[in-house]
């Protein structure tokens, strides 16, 4: 399986204001929306087709999301590609001299492993890495 796109994420100042856009005025259909106190975010999550839309507003003023959106206001955040082993998609990286966030895959509350490389190994995006076994989204399946 080659990668897919996931997720592409999106830092927004008011969730319900981008609401009003990607879910009422371009009717795609929210699938989740929580929020995710580890990370300092709320986010809500938009079916796009195969892939999906991250629409994520911080909670407070000292997490990584909260500094990205008032140094770089709201804009793309991060491209999340799904792959079969975050593991392997690592170590193979890491041998190529990427620059990733952590040195071991991180593990999200319903024990998908993820991972970031730094947008300086990736020409300017953050990229996330996200396990998801056959290559398909949890949502279609
Ligand atoms: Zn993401």
Redesign the pocket.
């Known amino acids: 399986m080659s990668p897919s796109i ?2 592409i ?1 999106i830092v927004v100042r008011d969730l319900d204001a981008a609401l009003s856009l990607y879910r009422d005025g371009l009717g795609l259909e929210m699938s989740d929306r929580r929020v995710v106190p580890e990370e300092g975010v709320e ?1 809500a999550f938009l079916s796009a087709g195969e892939g999906e839309i ?1 629409l ?1 507003r911080p909670l407070d003023a000292e997490s990584g999301v909260a500094r990205f959106l008032e140094k770089r206001g709201e804009g793309l ?2 491209i ?1 590609l799904a792959v079969e082993d975050v593991a392997e998609e690592m170590a193979r990286l890491k041998e190529a001299g990427a620059q990733l966030l952590s040195e071991e895959p991180r593990v999200n509350p319903e024990g998908v492993r ?1 991972a970031f490389v730094h947008p300086k190994s990736a020409h300017g995006v953050l990229l ?1 890495l ?1 396990q998801v076994k056959g290559g398909r989204s949890p949502q279609a399946e």
């Open positions: 996931h997720h994420a986010i991250e994520l955040h991060h999340c993820y996330e996200y």
